[in-house]
């Protein structure tokens, strides 16, 4: 249930901090996201996202 309420919170065009950088949500998936900036795109799959630190900046 932690993981549904979770990636709720990242919506396609959110703006995020993972991992020390900065990306834009640019897809989402049943297993994945994927997220993007000017450097590159990954992949993170959705269990990734529910146990790290993530902070929403826009």
């Known amino acids: 249930m932690k993981t549904f309420y979770k ?8 703006k995020i901090e993972f991992a020390g ?16 900036n000017t450097e ?5 799959p959705i269990k990734d996202i529910v146990e790290s630190h993530i902070k ?3």
């Open 21 to 36: 950088k900065a990306y834009e949500v640019e897809a989402i998936n049943n297993i994945s996201k994927v997220l993007k």
């Open 40 to 44: 590159a795109k990954l992949i993170i």
């Open 56 to 58: 929403v900046v826009a």
């Open 7 to 14: 990636i709720k919170i990242f919506e396609v065009g959110k």
